[in-house]
């Protein structure tokens, strides 16, 4: 395994929490995840060493998903639900109680714009500066400053919490 495979395997907890908030459920975001290795090892020799394998790879997965959007668009199909069964096993309020906060704010992400839930995605849950993110989603600053701000207003909203709590 070469230097280049090597860092990308390190990358896909952090990829596949991505994919799970672009593509909402569980897993269409395996198949995101999978399609965007498959691209990014297809296109190696486009990567320039030195440079943020982490930014190259996540605008891999956010052009994936456009495509994969449209296609849906065209096809009129959606993906596998969730399996249900998931949590089996699990015991103790605190883990519950843990999940059924999660489960909400997933399911609060999963009803904001796609631009703004990727905003998101990318620099509060990927830690991205703006200008990363930006540069992944090909947009101003300004732009993605303004999703920010939307897509996190109303997320708060919805979770009802007050947007100066946080």
């Given amino acids: 395994m070469n230097a280049f495979q090597r860092e990308m395997v390190e990358l896909l907890p952090r990829l596949r929490r991505l994919a799970r908030a672009i593509a909402r459920e569980p897993a269409d975001a395996d198949d995101l995840v999978q399609l965007t290795v498959e691209r990014a ?49 699990d015991a103790g309020a605190e883990v519950a109680e843990i999940r059924l906060q999660a489960a909400e704010v997933r399911r609060e992400m999963a009803r904001l714009p796609d631009e703004q839930r990727l905003a998101i995605a990318l620099v509060l849950v990927e830690g991205l500066s703006y200008r990363e993110a930006a540069d992944i989603l090909e947009v101003p600053m300004g732009t993605l400053t303004s999703r920010l701000v939307r897509g996190r207003t109303a997320l708060m909203a919805r979770l009802g919490r007050r947007e100066d709590a946080a």
């Fill in 41 to 89: 090892l297809s296109r190696a020799e486009q990567w320039t060493p030195g440079t943020r394998l982490d930014s190259w790879m996540f605008r891999i997965m956010k052009n994936a998903w456009i495509d994969e959007a449209r296609a849906r668009g065209r096809r009129g199909q959606v993906m596998a639900p969730e399996e249900e069964g998931l949590s089996v096993g």
